[in-house]
Each structure stands twice: as structure tokens, then as C-alpha cells.
């Protein structure tokens, strides 16, 4: 099962780099920390460690659930333009999104032996592929749910490659998403005001 | 000892939120308080606290002290702050609300043996210096500011990335203790995965010098410094970057355990691309802010060449010194750019009293040091550096290839070098005579930064102790 979430984590990562509606986007984002809060889910049966089961549960409340919601206010409230055409053109994202993948598979070769090697290489593709997305937008609100993105990622490695981090950590890093949010909050109440 | 450093920070961040017009005079006292605790710690022995989590050793003691310098300077040099730019009190009290928070971050950073710990130092810190650049209302310190919150958080995610894939390759032999920089450090034969950790080591450095500037973000930096406010440019200068580099210092000499050879032709690549770009970005450079920006990446690539070369002394004494001249150099913008920004001819020129004279005079004296000229702690910080850098040479299997680069380093200097030189005399000898204004807290903060750079020269033999 953890293999399906992943792996659907990765896909809704792919449409978000593809989609031209904001809206949409933040469904992607939503959707994209779900499977991974449902894959964290998965690890923590095979683990059996409290401290993944509250990321995993924060992971989906938060940021599958929350975050988006709050995205979708932000926009409604600072009445921000819905569509956000990409800056790279469709033909060749299709080109540099396997491009990526096939380099982060490729730069983990000579670690092949390691238990964890093909999240170890998605971790990475997912990181290169929320870098993208950042690039790809002149939209403020894409290039915060690339950062976003890139949180899961970072999320994602934590999880598989070390089978948890130290819960200290984990939370320290959710409570700097949190402030980071209230700090886009502010920005776009300066930005409208 | 360690939590009395978070008292007068704490303080200061709590007095912020009432009317800062009345408490502002003492704010550069209870500042000041931060020197008892970081001088106390400096004669205790080394220590770790929280379950490890944070140290107090001599390379954070170090660190301690010169950011307690420079932090004090600037909360100086805030003061007059309202005299050259118009700003309200509302942002006057942010602005201190988020330099205390910053400071917080700093130096949680600096002290951390956790890389967890030290990343949400940092975070910390990058987050509350938004704030900071946006107590400038202008719509480009605005553009910057989001600019700085993209770009910043971009690094920060590289550092945290780096740091699992560290953690991830220790973790089977050590357990959670791999989150430890002590630990990494005493058994860095027994980790797992050396090239893992390589990976990640290089996705530490690429963040780190993102932060920084290195290439390809040689302008980022330099704009959004010239955004903000010329204090907030002295504290990125003097604080934010002195953490990051402590903790690439730490990283580095790590990856140094595991393959020297590997970190050598990195980091060389890296900086010699940096340096190039850097140096050609100078030459054409307009004004103050963006020279002292890009000048400031000139010499953390210093820094950072000096340390993996193995001239440690070099690289605590460079550091030092760029910590305490640059920040100088920032402060001292707020007064040459009196007359608009574009104004470098002329700007050493109008200066009356014994005020004017001092301030003159220092940053006179700031210009040449930053260039290394004698006896400017950053001409035998260099001196030392180069040697160790030729020994290094000596000794590799390369050592053609390694003195073609240092030879190509030395180059890109000296165009730095004349620039700076023609960027002096045209302040000093040409354009028109206007009066200038010097205020006693900005010169008082260039007193403070200028003894402290002299402190420096007095200061080898316990510099050598830390790096040995």
C-alpha cells in the first residue's frame, strides 16, 4: 500500500506542475499531502512508531485539509487571478518531467543495496519537480504551494529514509510551516491594503 | 549560563510591543546585556545542554561573542535610524520585535549539536528577517520581501533535505544520535553510506550557498539588501550569515572526514564560479549597498576556501574581521547616502566637528580594511589562507591545476581590489563639498565595531587555539 501512496503522491505532484487553474492547484497540493499522510499511515503499522502516526495525522489535517481551505480563502479574500498559465510550455515540461526522474534514479545507482533506495530517488524527483513548479509561476500563490510541495517532499524523504525523524524535529518543522503560512498571510494583507 | 543569552533578547522583544519612543534609549543597554552571559561562557568549559541537543564549545564561543558585538552595534545604530529614512513607530517597534526574534534564531542556530536544531535556528531567523525588509513600505522592498521569503525558503528546504539524507545515511550505525554533530564528528568511520551522506552534504552546501549568494544567485542577496533598510543589510551581514557559516563549517569539516578530494573540488568550483561573476558584478557596481552586498559574498567564498583548505585560523580570523567591517560599512550607508544613493563622488566630503571627523575617518579606515590592506585583520587572515591553500596544493596530485586556481582567485581580487580603490578615491577627492549630518549612536556603534576589529590583531593566539 505504501508503494500505491507514493505513487499516487508523485502523480497529483505531476498535474499540479501541468495545471493553469488555481483552484485546482490547491486541490493537488490537498490531495498530494493526503496520500502522504496516508503513506506515513502505512509506515507507521509497519514501525509501530507513535511519533510517525502524529505527523501522519497532522500531515492530514493540516496540510491535507487545512491548508488548502485557508489557500482557497486567501484567494477569495485578496480576489487573486484564477488562472496561472505555466511559464514552461507543456510540450517540454512533458520532456523535463521524466528527464528527472530518470536523473534521480540514476544518482542513486551507486546506492542500490540500501533498504529505501527508490524513496531515497523519488524524494529527490519530488524535491526537483516542487523546484519547477516555484520556476514555472509568476503567481505568488503557485510558487507558496511549490514551497508547500517541497515540504511534503521533504516529508516524504524523512519518513522513508530514516524511518522518522526524531519527533523534536518533525515538530519544529510544522510549527515553521505554520508561521511561514502566517507570514504569507501578513505579506498579502500588506500587498492588498 | 546558555539561557541567560535568550533573557535580554526576550526583553527586548516584550518592550516592543509598547511605545518603543520612550524605551528606545535603554534598548542598547539591555542589548548590551547579552556580553555578561557570552563572556561568562567564554571562561566556562565546554558544555552540552538539553540532552545534547545544544553545545557550547570554543567555535560557538567564538561566534557568540562576535555576533553579540555586532548586534549591539546595531541596536546602536538603530537609534538614529529615523533620521535617514522615514519610518513610522509602528514599524519602528517591528523592526525591534523581529530583530530580537532574529537574534533568538541566531543563536539557537550557533549553539545547536542537533542539525534538526540548527535548521529551525535558521528558519527562525529567515522568517522574522521578512518581516524586517518589509518595515521599508516601499513597493520594491515589498517585491523583495516576498522575493526573500521565496528564495530563502527555498535554501532553508535544500539545508533540511541535506540534513536527512546526513541523518539517513548515519542513522543504521547510530541510531537517533546521528542527528548529533558531536556524534557524526567521533564516528564518522562507522557511517553506513558515505556517499549518501556526500549527497546530502551537497544538498547542505547548495542551500548554504544560496543563502549566501554563491552562484547562480550572485543578485538576490544584493537586492533585497538594497530593499531594506541598512540595518537589516548589517545584520544579514554580521549575524545570519556568520550562522550559516559556522554551521557549513561544521558540515564541511565532516564531509572533509569522509573524502577530502570530493569537498576540495566542490567547493573550489563552486567558489571560483562565485568569485568570478562576483568580481565582474563589482567592477560595474553604482552604489554602496550593492559594493558592500557582493563584496560581502567575496569574502564568505574566502572563508569558505580558507576553511577546507585547512587554514582554520585563516578562515575564524576572516570571519571575524568581514563580521565586524562590513556591518560597519552598512551602517555607515545610512550617512553616504544622504544625498540619494547614486552619490559616490563626494560622499567622504562635508563632514564637520569632531562627529563628522570620526565618522570620516572610520570609515575611511573600513574601506581600506575591507580590501586587506595592512594592518587590517582580513591582510594576515588572506596571507595565512593563500599559504594554506599553496600547502594544500603542494601536497594534492593536482598541484597544477590547484595553483592555476589560486592564481585565478588572486586575479578576480585584485579587480575587487581597484574597484574598491577607485570607489575611495572618488568618494574622497572628487565631486562638491555638501554638509552632512552624523548622529552620536551611529558613530558610537563604529567606535564599538572598530575597537573590536582592532581586538582581532590582539586575539591569534586564542583564534588558533579553535581552529587547532
Known sequence: ?193 | MLEYLFLPLSLIFVLSFFDVQKSKKYLPIISSLVLVPTFMLLFTPDRHYWHDRLMIDDLNKFVLLVCAIVGIAVTLALESLRHHVKISPRHYRRFYRFFALFWIGMILSVTANSMGIFWVGLELATLSTVYMIKTNTTPFAHKEAWNYMIVGTIAISLILFGIILIYASAKPSLGEEAMLFTALKSHISRIHSAYLFEIGFAFVAVGSFIKMGFFPMNLWLANIERAAYYPVAALFSGLLESAIVTGLFRFSSLAKELNQSHLIGFTYIYALLTLFVVAFLIYRVKDFMRLFSLSGIEHMVLMLIFWVSGGYFAALLHFAAHAFLKPALFISTGVLESRGKYHIAGALKGYKGFKGRLFQILVALFMLAIISLPPSPMFFSELFGFSAMIDLAKGSHHLLLMLFGILTILILLSIIFYKFVDVYQTMRYEGEERSKRVYASEVGALVLLALATLALLGSFDFIEKIGG
Open chain 1, 1 to 193: 500500500m505504501t508503494n500505491l501512496f507514493i505513487g499516487l503522491f508523485l502523480s497529483t505532484l505531476i498535474t499540479a506542475l501541468l495545471t493553469t487553474r488555481l483552484y485546482r492547484l490547491f486541490l493537488w497540493y490537498g490531495l498530494n499531502s493526503i496520500f502522504l499522510g496516508l503513506a506515513a499511515l502505512e509506515q507507521y503499522k509497519l514501525l509501530d512508531d507513535k511519533a510517525l502516526l502524529i505527523s501522519a495525522l497532522l500531515t492530514l489535517l493540516l496540510k491535507g485539509l487545512l491548508l488548502p481551505y485557508l489557500f482557497k480563502l486567501f484567494a477569495l479574500k485578496f480576489h487573486t487571478e484564477r488562472n496561472i498559465p505555466p511559464k514552461i510550455r507543456l510540450q517540454y515540461a512533458i520532456l523535463l518531467i521524466p528527464a528527472i526522474l530518470v536523473f534521480t534514479f540514476y544518482l542513486i545507482n551507486p546506492i542500490l543495496h540500501l533498504p529505501g533506495k527508490n524513496y531515497i530517488s523519488l524524494s529527490i524527483a519530488s524535491l526537483f519537480l516542487s523546484l519547477v513548479l516555484i520556476i514555472e509561476h509568476k503567481a505568488i500563490f503557485a510558487k507558496v504551494i511549490g514551497f508547500l510541495m517541497m515540504e511534503n517532499a521533504l516529508f516524504l524523504l524523512g519518513m522513508t529514509a530514516t524511518e522518522g525523524m526524531p519527533m523534536l524535529i518533525e515538530l519544529g518543522i510544522f510549527f515553521d510551516l505554520l508561521m511561514a503560512v502566517v507570514v504569507i498571510n501578513l505579506l498579502f494583507e500588506v500587498e492588498h491594503a
